[in-house]
C-alpha cells in the first residue's frame, strides 16, 4: 500500500510562485510514476505533469510547460511541483498520484486511470 500527503498550496497572487510537496509513505517506488492533477471547480480532474522515479523522466501538459517543474527527492521519499508564474486559471485543487506500473509503460500516464493511489489534494488558489 502507498499512501500519499499533500502540502503546500495556498492563496496566491497572479505572477507569483508556490511549492506543492507530496510525501510517500510505500516501497518499491523505483517502479512507480508519480502525476499531479488538479480539479477546478464544475471541470474534470486533469493531468498536470508526472516523474518516473526511477529515471527522473518527466511529461507535462502544455499550458504549464516552462511554469511548472516536478522533482522528485529520493531521499526523502517527496515529489515536488514547482510553479512560477501563476495564473487566475491555475486555481484548482492539486492531487498527487501514484502509478504503481510505470515500468511496464514506456510512456508516462497522463489520465487518471492509470494511477491507482491519490492524496488528499491540496487547494491553489490565484487572485488576479
Known sequence: QVQLVESGGGLVQAGGSLRLSCIVYGQGLSDYAM?????????????????????????SVDSVKGRFTI????????????????????????YCAADPNA???SRLANYTGRYYYWGQGT???VSS
Not at 464544475?42 to 516523474?51: D, M, N, P, Q
Not at 527527492?73 to 515536488?80: L, M, P, R
Open 35 to 59: 502525476g499531479w492533477f488538479r480539479q477546478a471547480p464544475g471541470k474534470e480532474r486533469e493531468f498536470v505533469t508526472a516523474v518516473r522515479w526511477s529515471d527522473g523522466s518527466t511529461e
Open 71 to 94: 522533482s522528485r527527492d529520493n531521499a526523502k521519499n517527496t515529489v515536488y511541483l514547482q510553479m512560477n508564474s501563476l495564473e487566475p486559471g491555475d486555481t484548482a485543487v492539486y
Open 103 to 105: 515500468r511496464f509503460h
Open 123 to 125: 487547494q491553489v488558489t
